[in-house]
Every structure is written in C-alpha cells, then in structure tokens.
C-alpha cells in the first residue's frame, strides 16, 4: 500500500506491505536504525518513539496506522548538532553500556519528563520499567533523567 | 585505581572519560550490524523444530512456495551438503542443523526461508509443514536417558586434588556437607541475533553482531570451504555481548549459502525465542560441597564436585573447581566434574561462566559454615585468606580480598548486622545482610594493531576490536593519548571489522588486557622512532642525547630537564604525512607463534588459574541488604555494595558502570532470572524477555561499587587484570546469604522466589 509517514518532521513516501510494523518502516524502507528492535512484541521498549508526543513501541505499531501523525524517532531529538539534555546527561552519566536499548531510554525519559513522572527517583524507576537494560545501567539511567529534567523546556500542546 | 605515574605518562589512564563513541549511542547513529546499509536484501526466516529429538521425514513446502515474494527455502534436503558443520564454543562437535535430518534439540534451525520482504518470509515460514519422526528426549538432570560423562584435565580446564580432602573432611571437628544447585540461564542481550550476508563475486561480508571477529570470519570460512582473505566480518558495535556472541553459530552460514543461491544480499533478524536455541545459553548445574574446618574456623577439607548439562555430541563444560579450589588455604581439596549430555542445544560461555555457578555453592558453604562455627562470614574469609595459590604453592600476582571486604563492609555498614537469623526487622519486612568473595581470573591473549601519528598530533589506532558495551573504543583512546602525549579526542579509534589486525575475542575480561597492552607497544614504538631520529639528526635540540630519556607528553618530545621539541617538528623528520607502525604483543607464557595463529583466528589465552609464574585473579567482596516481606514473602533487594580490585583501571567512568551492571547481574542471577524447561518435551517454556524475568528499573535500588585501589606488577605490564565478569560473581551467594540471615532459610536452588519462602 502507498503511504506518507511524518518522520522528525519530514514526510516519507512509502510502498509498503499493509502488515509492516512501524519499526521495521522506519529501519528497513526509511533507513533510520536508530529505534531497535529487541523482541518484535512489546516487551523490552527498545523501539520507543513518540507518536504525537506520546511514547510508542513501534514494534506493535502499523506503519499504516500512523499516516499524518507526527512521529519522532530518537534521530529527531538532538537540535543539529545539539544535543538534547536528556542525550547529554546519559553521556555524561554514562547511562548505557551498549547502547543498544538506549534510543528507546532516552525517548521514554524525556516522555517521561514531560508527562510529569520525573518527580522523584522512585517515579523515575517506575515510570522506566517498560524498558529493559541488559546491561544494567538503570542506576545512571535514573540519575541522568533526574538531571536533564529541569533543563528541560516546558512541553507545549499534547502530551 | 592505581596509581603508578610511572607507568602512566600522559595521566589519562585512570581518569574518568565519557564515552568516545557516546554521542553515536544517543543519537541513534551507532551502527549494528543489522543497521548496515544494505542494497536490495532479501530477507531470510528461520523455521525451527517443534521436536527435540529425532528425524525429519520430510517437509512439505507448497504452501510456503506459493506464498508471493518467496525466493528459496533452504533444508536438509537441497543444501545439506553445502556446509561443513559448525563447531562449538570449545572448538569440538556440537549439534548439526541443516547437514542431516537429525533433530538434536527442540527450536534447531530445520529450514531457512528467504523472500523479497520480511513478511512475506515469515508467513512461509510458518507455512512450511514438518514431519518428523519424534523420539523422546531427556531434558535435563534426572531425566531418563541422560547419560554423564566425567571430565579430565585438558588444555583448559583442571580437576585440582591435594592431599586427602575424603579422610581430611571424615576427622574434621566441623562438618559442612550440603548440595547447591544453579538455573539455565540466557543471556537474551536486548540485540537479536541478526546475521547479514553479502557476496562481492568470491568475497563474502557477514554483518552480525560478534564479540569474536576474526573467530566468526575463521569458522564461517572453514564452514564454506573458503580462503580467509575472501570472508569478512563487520561489527562495529554489539548490543551486548555476555558472551552469548563469542562463538560462532550455524545460522552465519547457512544464511551465506542463502545470499548465494538468491544472488541478493540476505538479512536475517531472528525472533526472540529462536534466540534461546539457535545461539548458547549458561547449563543447569548441581553441586556437593563438603567444607571441613577446625573450631577456629581453620578450613581442613575442600570436596566440590559438579555436574553441568551439555548437548548430545558436545562436552562444553565451564568447570569452575579450577576456581573454587583457589579461594581458600586449604590443606586437603578434592574437585571433580561431569557432564551431563541430554537433547539439549550446546551451551556456551555467559558472564563469567565458570565462576557465576561454582562460586554461588562454594560461598554459601563458607556463610553457612560461619553459621555453625558463629564466627563471622567475613572473619571466616579473614581466617582462611592467604597470599600463595592453595593448589599448587605459586603466589597470587596480588589478592586484596581482605582490603575489599574491609572497603565494603564499611560502606555497607555490617557492623549493623545481629548475626542471629530472623533478628532485623523494619515493619512487616525480615532484613537481611549477606556478603561473599567475588573474583575473576586475569586472563590475557596476543594481539595484533597497527597506529599512526601525524605531525598534527592525530593519531589512529585500528585493530579488530570488539565493543560490546565495555566502552572499547574509549579504553583504546585513553591509552594511546596517554603513551603518545595527546588529548583523547586527538586518537581515532576503528574497530569492528575483521580487515583490521586481529585481536582475540572479547570474553573472560581479557579484553582491556590484550587491547591496551599492545597498544601501548605500538605507542612505544612510535616513541622510539621519533626518539631515535630526533637524537641522530645533526640538528635539534636532542641531537646526541639517549632515546631512552625521551619521552612523549603534551604534544612534545620531552627530554631531560623539560627541554620541548614540537610534535610537529619531531614527526616530520621521520614523515610529512603519518608514521605508522604494526605491533604484535604475545603476552609471557605464550607460544612464540601465538600472534601468527590469530591471523588463522585461532586464539590462545593466558590464564590466570594456570600461569607458570603467578597465580592471577582479581577479587571482590560483595554485600547486599534482602528484605522479604512477612506475610507475602516478597524478596527485594534495596541495596548493595560491592568493592573490587582488578590492577590498573583505565577508565573510572566505564569501569564503574561495567561494575555496577555485573553486580545487577548477580542480583537477577539470584532472584530473578532462570529459563524453565519443559520435561516433557525438553523445551524452554518462558522464551521471550518477559517470562524470562530481567530486572526492570524498579527492581534495582542503592549499587554502590568502591574501586580498591592495587597495582599489579606482575599480572601484565599494564597491571590490568580484566572486570567485564568480575561484578556478577559474589552476588548470588551474597543474596541467598542475605536471605537466610533475614529468614533462617537457607534456599541451596536458584533463583530465590517467593514461593521458596512460603
């Protein structure tokens, strides 16, 4: 099927198979591979994306659900070569060892800042158990987010 | 940390550095090896057996071929003949895939869709109808028709035996006899085991996550009848390794052979469950230990004998009593191992793989030992501590076991500890306190790497490097700024490409070892160059001095008294362009040859257990606060501490996560994580990474880690012992420990839930 997805603020025009997840748009007819895939089916968070500001898993999305609506991958957050606060605290952190379930961290903490869920660290942790770290970085992951959150500018619209 | 000014000359080993390749990983430009740029693939789909033992009888395919976008669907039957078979992790015969109609385990690859699109490949596979000839399997320990085969000393695993443990352990005032047992385990690295392949008329690229290039690019070439110069390998970043990605597996070639026949590059990305047995995982084992001790807490009598399951064909075992046996002064030790074989898939090396299960029963023994003797589990550890390996007499390189316990206990605040079990609440929570020796051999392989240096001040270093989440690209960075005098963001690192000299895999914390000590060769190298040239010119400020007092610092040559010469003028006089020099380091105790045999990907390893010289391990002390709760038995694990000594560490900022994560490890090790299997029918029930519990953010509190500071003279120049596996070994114990403080029960079986308590 024919189809434009709106991709870090860039229109993509897109033949695809109807049963072609999001995630594998983005990786495999876009070529943007920063969203991981992990397990396919929800479980790890590794292929997180913002769909209207919102966090997604883009494995158990359909690329043809989402025509029209803003999607930002982890290669939209950094303003060129700025990076967002969230990305310079897990550096500077070092809130992730491989690197693989990072892109997915990063887009459900600054989700998770904006959706008010950064209070404290408690609410950090478990407003980031949806995505899993093999390598076990949680412990940074909680303290980069608890530093990158007041640098944060305020979401406008939607959450 | 160490510190030896001495044997760091630019001052950065040893200082935090983020990660050279950090901002690649945030900004989701890090490339894996499915992220690879590809033209036009196709896509490749496993179909796996639904039966653990038997034969395929034979397949019918018609569905699956009618479904549109279909290209090939490889078997027994039409390319079986095509691939030698693979061998396993220790170099042996393992289990066969599509050689034969042979099903030796259940989820064995059996046929290999490919197709113009991933879903077109994966609804064939799952239209490809299998008959089989089933017979039934045994599963594991205990199951009918296993059989145990008991191991002898090879060229990698010992059995130590001194004196007479049996009659020593009969006499002893104080007797422990008890049997431990530890999960199956997968490593389930959140990366898929994709495997990309890519024909160039004779060459072949396999893209595929690896934490052995140069083994892959051998045992892939081997498989196909291939000259090594036309295989190569590309992983310029693993999303984790653990040692679930150090051998080679069947799928690499298979999917070769597809790229072949299709003439189209082929791309595979397993589902997660193939992932449980199409790669290794860590076997089940059991354990009896008997520890006989003297009132004073004096240990008499060492007996630790285990079994550890294995495939059919294959004996991979991990035989940690090479371990075990040199914890401890000991005057009478007996080991011995077996192998269990059962229909199951090979397993293979996971985070530290012999000592993770070995030293969980052995660090029990001694708590509970404690416990009946009342003295002290760390005061025990103190008693029985010593400097000179207890096997066979050679000293240990160093051994700050003590200091680490110290260092923890401190932080920890143990002195807090009633030793009485079931004596510290907090509300409706039972607290407990537990603690255990961690330690890891200090293994060290040659290595191979080729550096250049500009006038400018940058530098490149490039070899077949591994980074697996250690921040390999980091650690190579630091030592060569640091040896050549520059800032680390003037070293250019490349890695991950089996085109670039090999160095051996990276698995049993050799990595920094080998890596950074050829490094340095090479940046000493470079030194002498610039310091012989510059003392031989018949002008300069050096001109006749001695190269040995040369040294490089600060983007100068620096000589005696602090007299500068410009790198820029220094460089130049050897090339306008770039030195560049190729450097092999075989570490002492090797072959002569063991660097010539990388190049046929053929690695040999210095291990720390069985050096001629010294005895080399680093070692821990691990602590960890259990609450479990009163009337539902929930286990957490708010806090822990845990302090370590490795020799030199290089970079603080990545040693601590690498640490911190290894400790999680062990948390999950006891508390969380274990693949269930299905007896029946010798089948993982829970694969998939939410019935395989991981901890969650949520289920990890306070990890605190302590860097004991020690130098090492002895284990390598560098004085680097290795800490990737070193963080996860204590931990087990120190949980089940914890738990029987807060509960007077002692759980021998991991992991430790909640129904273990009811």
């Known amino acids: ?159 | 940390m160490a510190d030896d000014a001495g044997r760091r000359p630019g001052g950065h080993i040893g200082q935090p550095h983020v990660r050279i390749d950090g901002r690649a990983k945030v900004t989701g430009q890090a490339r894996y090896p499915a992220d690879e740029p590809t033209t036009n693939p196709a896509w490749a789909y496993l179909v796996i057996s639904a039966i653990a033992r038997g034969r395929i009888r034979g397949m019918q395919l018609e569905a699956a071929r009618a479904v549109p976008g279909v290209l090939d669907i490889l078997n027994h039957a039409n390319v079986g003949q095509e691939v030698k078979s693979p061998m396993g992790p220790d170099g042996k015969p393992t289990t066969t895939t599509l050689e034969s109609d042979r099903v030796w385990h259940d989820g064995q690859i059996v046929a290999v869709v490919v197709a113009d699109s991933f879903e077109a490949a994966r609804e064939a596979a799952y239209k490809v109808v299998v008959d089989y000839e089933a017979e039934t399997p045994s599963a594991t320990f205990d199951s009918p028709g296993v059989q145990a085969e008991a191991l002898k000393t090879d060229a990698t695993h010992s059995y130590p035996l001194k004196g007479d443990a049996a009659a020593a352990f009969a006499a002893a005032p104080v007797k422990l006899d008890a049997r431990y047992e530890t999960p199956t385990q997968h490593h389930n690295p959140l990366e898929l085991f994709t495997t990309t392949c890519v024909w160039d008329g004779p060459k072949l690229t396999i893209y595929e996550p690896t934490q052995s290039m140069w083994g892959l690019k051998a045992a892939v070439a081997r498989q196909l009848g291939l000259d090594l110069v036309n295989v190569r390998t590309v992983s310029r970043f693993a999303g984790g390794g653990f040692g679930g990605k150090g051998a080679p597996t069947s799928r690499t070639a298979w999917i070769a052979v597809a790229a072949r026949r299709v003439k189209r590059p082929v791309k595979l990305v397993p589902t997660r469950d193939q992932g449980f047995t199409i790669a290794t995982y860590r076997a089940e084992t059991q354990h009896h230990i008997q520890l006989g001790a003297e009132r004073s807490g004096r240990l008499l009598a060492l007996s630790h004998e285990g079994w550890e399951i294995s495939s059919r064909p294959s004996s991979y075992n991990v035989s940690g009593t090479t371990t075990t046996a040199r914890m401890y002064a000991c005057p009478n030790i007996a080991t011995k191992v077996s192998v269990v074989h059962a229909d199951r898939n090979t397993p293979g090396f996971m985070r530290a793989p012999p000592d993770t299960p070995y030293m969980f029963p052995l660090e029990c023994a001694m708590d509970e030992l404690a416990h009946e003797l009342g003295i002290d589990p760390i005061e025990l550890r103190r008693i029985n501590d010593t400097q000179t390996d207890p096997v066979d007499g050679k000293p240990y390189s160093s051994r700050s076991l003590m200091k680490c316990f110290d260092a923890a206990a401190a932080k920890f605040g143990w002195a807090r500890r009633n030793p009485q079990p079931g004596s510290m609440r907090d509300g409706d929570w039972l607290v407990g306190y537990g603690c255990a020796t961690s330690c890891y051999p200090s293994n060290i392989g040659p290595a191979t790497a080729r550096l250049s240096l500009t006038p400018q001040g940058k530098a490149a270093i490039q070899l077949a490097g591994h980074e697996i989440g250690t921040g390999a690209y980091t650690l190579m960075a630091i030592v060569v700024a640091d040896r050549l005098g520059l800032a680390v963001e003037d070293v250019q690192v490349t890695m991950g490409d089996s085109d670039l000299p090999p160095v051996p895999g990276a698995g049993g914390s050799n990595n920094a070892a080998s890596t950074t000590n050829v490094a340095a060769k090479a940046c000493e190298e470079i030194r002498h160059k610039l310091a012989l040239a510059a003392v031989q010119a018949g002008a300069g400020i050096f001109a006749g001095a001695d190269p040995a007092g040369l040294k490089l610092a600060d983007r100068a040559l620096v000589g005696p008294g602090g007299r500068r010469e410009p790198l820029a003028t220094a460089v130049s006089r050897i090339s306008s362009g770039a030195i560049e020099v190729h450097v092999e380091n075989v570490p002492q105790g090797l072959a002569p040859d063991a660097a010539a045999a990388l190049y046929q990907g053929k690695m040999s390893m210095s291990r720390g257990a069985e050096r001629k010289d010294v005895t080399a391990f680093a070692f821990g002390a691990q602590f960890v606060e259990v609450r479990v709760h009163r009337r539902t038995c929930e286990i957490r694990a708010p806090r822990a501490v845990s302090a370590f000594a490795a020799g030199t560490i290089v970079n603080p900022l990545a040693a601590h996560s690498q640490y911190q994560g290894g400790a999680i490890w062990g948390i999950s090790s006891a508390l969380h994580e274990a693949t269930e299997i299905d007896r029946r029918v010798a089948r993982y029930v829970n694969d998939n990474i939410a019935d395989y519990l991981i901890p969650v953010n949520a289920d990890i509190g306070e990890m605190d880690v302590i860097f004991v500071p020690e130098e090492d003279h002895r284990v390598n120049p560098l004085g680097i012992k290795g800490i990737g596996e070193i963080g996860i070994v204590g931990m087990n114990a120190a949980v089940a420990n914890a738990v029987f403080h807060a509960t007077g029960r002692r759980i021998r079986k991991l992991p430790i839930r909640i129904e273990d308590l009811l």
């Not at chain 1, 229109?11 to 070529?31: M, N, V, W």
């Not at chain 1, 913002?50 to 989402?66: D, K, M, N, S, Y």
């Not at chain 1, 903490?109 to 478990?126: L, S, T």
């Not at chain 1, 158990?129 to 406008?156: E, F, H, W």
């Open chain 1, 1 to 159: 099927m024919e189809l434009t997805l709106n991709i870090n603020g860039r229109d993509h025009r897109l033949s695809l198979d109807p049963r072609t997840t999001l995630l594998d748009a983005l990786r495999d007819h876009i070529g943007l591979t920063g969203s991981k895939k992990g397990c396919d089916q929800g479980q790890c968070g590794a292929c997180t994306v913002h769909l209207e500001g919102r966090r997604v898993l883009a494995c158990l999305t359909l690329a043809a659900t989402v025509q029209g609506r803003p999607v930002t991958t982890v290669e939209g957050l950094a303003h060129g070569e700025a990076l967002h606060p969230m990305q310079a605290a897990f550096i500077t952190h070092d809130a992730f060892q491989c690197g693989y379930c990072t892109p997915g961290q990063l887009m459900s903490a600054v989700a998770c800042v904006h959706e008010g869920h950064a209070r404290n660290d408690d609410a950090i942790r478990e407003y980031m158990s949806g995505n899993l770290c093999r390598c076990g970085a949680y412990p940074k992951i909680v303290a980069a987010i608890r530093d990158a959150a007041p640098q944060m500018a305020p979401k406008t619209g939607r959450v």
